[in-house]
Nanobody, 124 residues
Framework: QVQLVESGGGLVQAGGSLRLSCTAS????????MGWFRQAPGKEREFAAA????????RYADSVKGRFTISRDNAKNTVYLQMNNLKPEDTAVYYC?????????????????WGQGTQVSVSS
């Protein structure tokens, strides 16, 4: 069973940057599609970014396009989310998720494993 551990969250001022990491264990990471989702207080969890198994296909929510970049290092079993020009509305718990079929999917139902989340807070 794959385990996902997120790190890199924190408090940052608007306009700042953070890089989230998600390290996987327990299953062949290199064949999994990976996604980042986020949940703001009082809101439903929503899609942020996704990358397929070989990194050649990426998807982004409109709200983060041009500011966030998803990437992966299969040798390190890690997926990253580089977040630039952060805004207060980016404040949320960020979750990484794994799709055993290797897709870059926006749908939460595509993912069969989830991390515990890391808090990102952006002050104005």
């Amino acid at each position: 069973q794959v385990q996902l551990v997120e790190s890199g969250g924190g408090l940052v001022q608007a306009g700042g940057s953070l890089r989230l990491s998600c390290t996987a264990s327990g299953r062949t990471f290199s064949t999994d599609g990976m996604g980042w989702f986020r949940q703001a207080p009082g809101k439903e969890r929503e899609f942020a970014a996704a990358i397929n198994w070989n990194g050649r296909s990426t998807r982004y929510a409109d709200s983060v396009k041009g500011r966030f970049t998803i990437s992966r290092d299969n040798a390190k079993n890690t997926v990253y989310l580089q977040m630039n020009n952060l805004k207060p509305e980016d404040t949320a718990v960020y979750y990484c998720a794994a799709d055993q079929w290797g897709r870059s999917s926006e749908g939460q139902d595509s993912y069969d494993r989830w991390g515990q989340g890391t808090q990102v807070s952006v002050s104005s």
